[in-house]
């Protein structure tokens, strides 16, 4: 399909296929805006049937990265990468040499980190070949750096307490039922956060042994995947696949709030409306799950002016998620549009494309 046709080309400014022959890399770095800085967003491993498929990943991740980055007070752009693996999921460091030749080449326009299927070895790899790369290994107790899950988990904990309070007006998580869809990094950290605070869990995954082992730990309680979205509880908290919420997850829903890390959980525009008219306040995904980007990005800008970030700054904009959302809310009641309309407008307003 030509690139301009796809539904998800959203005047993209870049994107690069790569093919390198002699490593067997086939990868698409779509560059979504550089309007505030260079694009950010991670590098995704994965096996698409389809190489189209691959493109469509690219430019709507990218798209995503450009809001989640403004909205985060960043200066950065949104871009992403997409290394098409093959079914084997083969990845050698041949590759990723020359994935990040291909980085380099953009010269600084693209800043590639972890995503699905990529670790922060993988990383250090591409940092061999291009200094556009961050996530790499902390450098000391205080730095920022690395892994950015932790940072993922803190934001959306943050975020979510502050759902609570303004939903439910409650100055505490203690006794509040959350349940929580995906038991990995994201999910399992927050769980084991909202656990110190008291907060009652139900933990589902499709490893069922791994959300039962956590539940075990916190003294929560573990239902199995297929049920888990239909737990009555006071907030939903999707830690695992994009687009659960269409016309069936919706149905499903026993929640006065959602509020997960899952990257693109509103299946199309009008599921944010459906959600409202549910009764359910949603905490636009791409704003609260910001801490790992946060992470990543100050790591990279503070590498850039030879220093090494430290963590202390990187919490403090973590800390900033919280006020953003209350501003989207309070936005979304007194213009009746929806918390996912009002976030759009406002990623949309900061990246010049009002
Ligand atoms: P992960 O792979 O560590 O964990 C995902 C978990 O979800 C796994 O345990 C998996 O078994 C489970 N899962 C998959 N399908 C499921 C289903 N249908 N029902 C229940 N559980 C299911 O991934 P992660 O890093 O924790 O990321 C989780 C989500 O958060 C993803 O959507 C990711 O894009 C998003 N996200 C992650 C970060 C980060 O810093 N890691 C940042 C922003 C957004």
């Given amino acids: 399909m030509l690139m301009w046709n796809n539904p998800a080309f959203d005047d993209h400014e870049k994107v690069t296929l790569i093919h390198d022959v002699r490593s067997g890399l086939a990868a698409v770095i779509a560059l979504h805006s550089t309007h505030l800085g260079p694009g950010a967003g991670g590098t995704r491993f994965w096996h698409y049937p389809d190489r189209d498929d691959a493109v469509t990943d690219a430019l709507r991740l990218s798209q995503g990265m450009s809001y989640k980055n403004a909205m985060a007070d960043l200066p950065m752009g949104g871009g992403k990468a997409v290394i098409i693996a093959d079914a084997q999921a083969t990845k050698t460091p041949e590759m990723l040499a020359a994935f990040g030749k291909a980085v380099e080449a953009l010269g600084g326009q693209y800043v590639t980190a972890e995503d699905v299927g990529m670790s922060e070895q993988d990383m250090v790899r591409i940092a061999a070949h291009t200094t556009h790369v961050t996530g790499l290994p902390v450098q000391g107790e205080h730095s920022a750096g690395g892994d950015p899950s932790p940072f993922t988990a803190m934001g959306i904990y943050l975020g979510l307490a502050a759902a609570v309070q303004h939903r439910l007006g409650r100055e505490d998580l203690a006794g509040v039922h959350v349940v929580i ?6 999910g399992g950290r927050l769980a084991r956060l909202l656990a110190r605070d008291g907060a009652r869990l ?3 995954d499709v490893d069922a042994k791994r959300a039962q082992a956590l539940a075990a730990e ?16 006071d907030v939903f908290s999707p830690n695992a696949l994009g687009a659960i919420l269409d016309d069936h997850g919706i149905e499903q829903l026993r929640t006065q709030i959602v509020a997960g890390g899952a990257n693109n959980q ?10 409202e008219e549910n009764g359910v306040l949603y905490t636009p995904d ?6 790992g980007i946060i992470s990543v990005a100050i790591e990279y800008l503070a590498r850039q002016d030879g220093r090494i970030a430290e963590r202390e700054e990187v919490v403090g904009r973590i800390e900033q998620i919280p006020n953003r959302l ?29």
């Fill in 181 to 186: 869809q995906g038991t990995g990094s994201v």
């Fill in 218 to 233: 916190l003294g929560a309680e573990a239902v199995s995947a297929d049920r888990i979205m239909s737990v009555p509880c």
């Fill in 326 to 354: 209350r501003e989207i809310w309070s936005e979304s009641e007194s213009t009746g549009r929806t918390p996912s309309a009002v976030a759009d407008a406002m990623a949309r307003a900061r990246l010049g494309r009002a």
């Fill in 202 to 204: 139900t933990l589902g």
């Fill in 286 to 291: 791409y704003v609260l799950n910001a801490g």
């Fill in 266 to 275: 509103l299946a199309r525009p009008e599921h944010g409306r459906i959600l």
